[in-house]
């Protein structure tokens, strides 16, 4: 097994990014491990170029993802971690699968339909291929695995497409170029939604810090948060099928099985029949004590910029490493002269 994912180190790290995906990041990592596989894990900082951003900011945003991240339990010593822009192989193999990437596959990804909406014309180029860069990142590594959010999955499926047609277009049958990546959407957490609004995804584009709860939110941030936020009157039903059509109950609850390793039809079990006055509390305390010990060690971490930038150099060294025989198999593949 080889698994591979990233972050876009903009913003916080927050309760979407943990249970949809960094969890699975931290149990993939020490499964491959104990497997003799190998888990890469990297901050997608050339992604963040696709947005307007500021370059004073992105630096000191990376420090903090990555501190996040090893917070959370990812361990260099088990998994590669590293970010984009140390290793440049990423943007080459970006380059050498744009030929095969098509504008009909980049103009139908849900996310450059949303984010470009009716300005489409004055969008970054990079918003637009964007999903070509992704495709890079997993394929330059032969990712089997990549743990991710639901919201992610169709660019994994482009991800196997441009690797598809690569093989068909340029490899004999019995020696591919790529493997054709899965994703790894956990069911219970697969799309956490705003605390505002159960329609739109928990994101930390969202103005509203109120709609996301941050893995470096105090106790009283997240008791205040969870205590705001929009739900129906109704009690909480005794059995899922009650969930229906009401997306705010759905995913507190959903929030409470997951944060709990336990499942919907538990949660129910015990507050189904009783209101939120009940529910919200329970659900804050339990994100309280589930969050601390991360935020506690996020804040050592983080006061050490040296290490955090140690262990993204050591975790690069060994990606770039990585990276050369694809890259190398690419460039043969496609004709083209090297040395
Ligand atoms: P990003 O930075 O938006 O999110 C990182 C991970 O968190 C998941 N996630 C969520 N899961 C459940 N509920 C939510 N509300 C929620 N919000 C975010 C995402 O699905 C993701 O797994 N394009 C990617 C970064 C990327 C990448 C890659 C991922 C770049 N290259 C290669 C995998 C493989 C992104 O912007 O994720």
């Not at 876009?8 to 931290?26: D, M």
């Not at 970054?124 to 695995?145: E, G, I, K, M, R």
């Not at 093989?167 to 493997?179: I, K, S, Y």
Request: proline fraction near 6%; hydrophobic fraction near 40%; aromatic fraction near 6%.
């Amino acid at each position: 097994m080889r698994i591979v994912s990233g972050i876009q180190p903009t913003g916080n790290l927050h309760l979407g990014n943990y249970l949809g995906a960094i969890r699975n990041w931290v149990r993939m990592q020490d499964e491959v491990a104990a497997s003799g596989g190998l888990s890469l894990y990297f901050l997608a900082d050339l992604h963040a170029l696709s947005q307007p951003h500021v370059p004073a900011e992105l630096a000191a945003n990376c420090r903090e993802m990555v501190a996040a991240l090893l917070a959370c339990g990812i361990d260099p010593d088990k998994s590669v971690l590293f970010n984009q822009a140390q290793v440049p192989q990423h943007a080459e193999l970006q380059w050498l699968l744009s030929g095969t990437a098509r504008m009909g596959w980049l103009s139908r990804m849900t996310q450059w339909k949303d984010k470009s909406g009716k300005k489409g014309d004055s969008q970054s180029v990079a918003l637009f291929t964007y999903p070509v860069l992704q495709a890079a990142d997993v394929l330059l590594y032969q990712a089997t695995h990549v743990p991710v959010g639901d919201d992610q999955k169709q660019h994994l499926e482009l991800a196997r497409d441009i690797a598809q047609k690569f093989n068909n277009d340029f490899c004999t049958e019995d020696a591919p170029v790529f493997t054709l990546p899965e994703p790894t959407i956990p069911p219970e957490a697969a799309r956490i939604m705003s605390l505002r609004d159960g329609a739109a995804k928990m994101s930390k584009s969202d103005p509203s810090d109120m709609s996301r709860i941050n893995l470096t939110d105090d106790a009283d941030a997240i008791m205040q948060k969870i205590k705001k936020a929009k739900t129906d009157p109704e009690p909480l039903p005794e059995d899922k099928a009650g969930l229906e059509g009401r997306p705010e109950a759905a995913n507190l609850v959903g929030i409470y099985a997951a944060m709990a390793g336990t499942s919907v039809e538990a949660v129910l079990a015990e507050f189904g029949g009783h209101g939120f006055g009940k529910f919200k509390p329970a659900l804050g305390e339990l994100l309280v004590e589930k969050l601390a010990p991360i935020n506690t060690r996020f804040g050592e971490l983080r006061s050490d910029p040296g290490a955090l930038d140690a262990i993204l150099r050591q975790g690069a060294a060994k990606a770039r490493e990585l990276a050369v025989p694809t890259l190398e198999a690419t460039y043969k593949a496609l004709g083209l002269l090297r040395g």
